[in-house]
């Protein structure tokens, strides 16, 4: 189990705290590097959404999404992991176990499942490896991914990754050497975040400084890696929004134009289905202070009524399943069919507009 206190103030776990920050424009930055923005999020429908736009297409994209997770993982972890600490793993004067094991702490901490590392083989040949499960992943796909991309940003190369679930909920995970498809390689770049001053005033624990909706509603279970919003029963769990934005982007890259229509359509089912996450329903203070709290952007307007639903919302990020939910919830509540359409502003201003089916 992961060894942290809680705050005095408002019981969350520390390490989460000190881990990520609330800002006033909407956004979750990391705690010490405000170009890392952060999402505070439901996950349980990651992995089946993208397994259903696989199906819509006609091709398994899981070995797609895997590399492209690796690949924005690997240029992630890059701008977090001193080169020092990269010369000490690869002149193996610091083994990659010792160093595993502080990253996994942290994966029990912001929702990611239990971690656990088992084997591994560093001689710089065709024969090396390394070796974790990983109990209940919040997405075995987005997981393998990013446990390739720290193998590659620590040891350098690129490097895939299989996985294997050797008993229910329970996972092995191993990688090995590889080369990345070109349009990973040459296309995905990684972009920080410049954050933006925004006015809006999220409660807060005077102790730690997060946003007291935060610990109302969220618990934690430490030992097996799983934070759970306690008012809608699902699981929550911290994400580089922007990887979920650019997973899209290249997705649409290799497969073509129609991906953010398969997206977007996706989660509308899903959430017309049953997984509503944010409560369109609700007033508008309410509702911007629940996209706030996860980080998703600054609520400027919001409609919803029998003629359609439309939303403009500041400093978005994750758009497109943003776009999804939107569009659900209206058919939810209005129990009829609906189109969508949307564009995107200056200052990452997602526009939003959902209409009755004629």
Known sequence: ?????????????????????????????????????????????????????????????????????????????????????????RSKKMDIPSFSQG???????????????????????ENDFCRISIFRPFSILETSGAFAGVIASTVGGEHSVTYEEVSPGLYELTTGWTTYPEVVKERLQMQLYEPREGDLLLERCSTCGVPLLV????????????ITNRENGYRMTILGPGLMDTLFQALEWELGEEIPRLVVDAQRRYVREGFTPVDFTRGFDELREQLAVRGLGNLREFSMDGQGASMLLENSCMKLLLVGLLQGSFERAMGTNSTAEWELLEGDTLRVRVSPAA
């Not at 990253?103 to 591994?120: A, E, N, P, Q, S």
């Not at 610990?215 to 890696?225: F, R």
């Open 103 to 125: 990253v996994m702490d942290l994966c029990h901490t912001i929702g990611y499942g239990k971690y656990r590392f088992l084997d591994y083989r560093y001689e710089n040949d």
């Open 1 to 89: 189990m992961v060894e942290t206190g809680t705050c005095a103030g408002c019981g969350i776990p520390e390490a989460f705290a000190s881990l990520n920050r609330w800002l006033t424009n909407g956004d979750i930055v990391q705690g010490t590097n405000d170009a890392a923005r952060m999402a505070m999020v439901e996950s349980d429908n990651l992995d089946p959404l993208l397994r259903d736009i696989g199906r819509a297409i006609g091709i398994s994209i899981d070995h797609l999404v895997i590399n492209i997770v690796a690949r924005a993982t690997q240029l992630y972890m890059d701008t977090l992991i001193p080169q020092t600490v990269k010369e000490l793993i």
């Open 215 to 226: 610990s109302s509603v969220c618990s934690w279970d430490l030992e097996d890696g799983i």
